[in-house]
């Protein structure tokens, strides 16, 4: 099958070729991302393998139908920038990765929470200019402390996992409560009451109209004063302008970030040699209680390994008349 991959980045054609050995698809990789404007180079490809930086709008799935592209496959979990509605219409299939390593982002949400407590990146940088003092360097222990969990699917679960390897005591909230957490110790309480019992908040429930802005002004009321907040999640489930405010009140005591609301503009580029106009990220980096990682969370060699492997078995089922577990359903309605 004729495949085209956009918005490959360097480091994922070689775990891409490597599971495609056996499978012999014929890969062509664009650099570029997929949509409106660069539509126009899917020519004589049966599918196209996109990210979630491209964008399969309306129109650009009108144009892939035309083009008699029959398949998308996404290398993400996330699908919300394709039209899967348009999708159905035109009787493409689409297929996703719905978990890859939940352990990699998971533990890079730890990451972030130990080198913001035990602020090993500045006592990295203050030794290496042999300064050895121990001023500003003191953090607290993690044993016995509180932590809240919102969103144990995937990633929480793990991240729950470690949290209680640690001694901490863990609160979750979700929509569904899970037994296993529970079995483990894990308490479910409201979202009002996570905020104002944890001492450290980590978020991992999926961004969308509920979620959205779900940390603003009236969330920072009511936490613990100078509580941690973690986000790997996606970046809009915070409120960023809120979020500064309660940096400045100290509302906040320390902010850890693997994604931002504005990030599409910033992340995956290298901006060392240009002007940066988002004044948000800007003001958010000169806090010194912030932390800001490009997006890195699921950056691992398993992760890459799982995510090439599935995109794959994914290229392959394409042809399977079943409905696979890693397809996207849209049910259209009868009247179409
Ligand atoms: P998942 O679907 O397994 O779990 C999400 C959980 O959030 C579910 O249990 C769901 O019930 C819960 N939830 C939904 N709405 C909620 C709400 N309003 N309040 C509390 N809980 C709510 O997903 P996952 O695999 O664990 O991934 C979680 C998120 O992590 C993804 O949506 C994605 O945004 C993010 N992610 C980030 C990276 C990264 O590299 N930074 C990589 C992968 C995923």
């Known amino acids: 099958m004729k495949i085209a991959i956009y918005s490959t980045k360097y480091y994922e054609r070689e775990y891409l070729d490597l599971y495609n050995k056996a499978a012999k698809h014929q890969l062509t990789y664009f650099e570029i ?25 309306t129109n650009v799935i009108h144009q892939l139908a035309k083009a008699g592209v029959k398949y ?24 996703r990765i719905p978990a890859y390593s939940p352990e990699a982002i ?7 929470i130990l080198t913001l407590n035990r602020k090993t990146h500045k006592a990295y940088n203050r030794v290496r200019e042999n300064n050895f003092l121990l001023q500003n360097l ?3 222990n993690l044993f016995g402390k509180t932590i809240g969990v919102v969103g144990t699917g995937k990633i929480g679960t793990a991240f729950c ?35 104002g019992q944890s001492d450290i908040i980590s978020v991992h429930c999926p961004l969308n109209s509920k979620t959205k802005y779900l940390f603003n002004s009236a969330a920072f009321s009511k936490v613990k004063k100078g509580v941690m907040l973690i986000n790997t999640s996606r970046g809009a489930i915070l409120n960023t ?15 850890g970030i693997d994604v931002y609301e504005g990030e599409e503009q910033l992340f995956f580029k290298d901006l060392s040699n240009v002007v ?24 691992t060699k398993e992760a890459l390994h799982a995510i ?29």
């Open 276 to 299: 940066v106009l988002d004044d948000q990220i800007e003001r958010l980096m000169s806090f010194n209680n912030v932390l800001i990682t490009p997006h890195q969370a699921f950056f």
């Open 72 to 95: 998308i496959a996404l290398r993400s979990a996330g699908y919300d920038n394709v039209d899967v509605e348009t999708a159905a219409k035109h009787k493409m299939k689409v297929l």
């Open 138 to 140: 003191m953090g607290f």
């Open 106 to 112: 998971a533990e890079h949400a730890v990451a972030l």
């Open 308 to 336: 090439a492997r599935i995109t794959i078995e994914n290229f392959n089922s394409f042809e399977d008349s079943e409905v696979t577990k890693n397809q996207v359903a849209f049910t259209l309605p009868k009247s179409l």
């Open 241 to 255: 302008v809120d979020v500064i405010q309660a940096l400045k009140k100290a509302q906040l005591g320390y902010l």
């Open 161 to 195: 996992n470690i949290m209680l390897g640690f001694g901490c005591k863990v609160i979750a909230t979700d929509l569904m409560e899970s037994k296993e957490l529970k079995d483990k110790g894990v308490q479910y309480v409201s979202f009002d009451t996570l905020l």
């Open 33 to 57: 991302p997929l949509n409106t404007e660069t539509v126009a180079t899917v020519k004589d490809f049966d599918a196209v393998c996109i990210q979630l930086t491209d964008k399969l709008d």
